[in-house]
């Protein structure tokens, strides 16, 4: 079965600096697919980045970036020069084929810019 | 440009009510989930339809859920007879196929109370 792991409940990080929030999955499928969403307290699931299993290079957006190692099994997102509306739950999913076209999420990191 | 929008964006309801859900999906997807997130959690599949077809339900949606895609537009979840243990988001997504994957793009959830 598939399986998203993020092992850290919570992240404090002052504003301006990088931060990584780690996720790791597990499928035996070749074909799959990782997403980062943004939970604000609104409750919107806000789509941040993508990254596909035989994708060459890691994906950006801004200032998003995914550290893909597909050998680790491992997709950490990597916010740059964060911002005090940086502060939300954050969210890794992974889409295979044995799961169909679901994504199955992981328990989600809160992430708390502080000033 | 509009996303996928929800309604009502909060129900509060007594035990042993039913209640119903809808969601418009963006105008050109074709395929349309729903998902469950309780408290602490990442969203759990329940089911998706693409266009009309319900082609795929969770076992989380017990037989008080049913699901329906009328005319391959907008989607409507009830649920009757509604326990305390049904308190959570309701969240919907919607997605078309495209070069580069699959992404699912989230409403901003209905909040459901059951007292």
């Known amino acids: 079965a598939q399986k998203i792991t993020q092992t850290q409940p919570g992240m404090f990080v002052q504003e301006k600096e990088a931060v990584t929030l780690d996720c790791t999955y597990d499928?035996?499928?070749?074909?799959?697919?990782l997403f980062w969403y943004k939970q604000p307290s609104s409750g919107e699931m806000i789509f941040l980045i993508y990254?596909?299993?035989?994708?060459?290079q890691n994906a950006t957006e801004g200032r998003y970036s995914l550290n893909f190692q597909k050998a680790r099994k491992s997709a950490n997102l990597v916010i740059s020069a964060s911002q005090l509306g940086d502060s939300a739950m954050y969210f890794c999913a992974m889409r295979d084929s044995f799961g169909n076209e679901k994504l199955t999420f992981g328990t989600g990191t809160r992430l708390t810019i502080i000033p | 440009d509009t996303g996928v929008s929800q309604n009502p964006r909060h129900k509060i309801t007594k035990r042993g009510q039913n209640v119903t859900f809808r969601c418009d999906p963006i105008s050109e997807h074709n395929r349309l989930y729903w998902y469950r997130q309780t408290l602490g959690q990442g969203p759990e599949f329940l089911t998706y339809?693409?266009?009309?077809?319900?082609?795929?339900k969770s076992r989380l949606l017990s037989d008080r859920f049913s699901a329906e895609r009328p005319k391959g537009s907008f989607s409507t979840l009830e649920i009757q007879r509604t326990e305390q243990g049904d308190s959570a988001m309701y969240l919907c997504?919607?997605?078309?196929?495209?070069?580069?994957?699959?992404?699912?793009?989230f409403g901003p959830g209905t909040r459901l109370l059951v007292l």
């Open positions: 997504a919607s997605s078309t196929l495209s070069g580069g994957g699959e992404t699912q793009y």
């Open positions: 339809f693409q266009n009309e077809a319900q082609l795929e």
């Open positions: 990254q596909g299993s035989y994708d060459q």
């Open positions: 499928t035996s499928d070749p074909s799959y697919g």
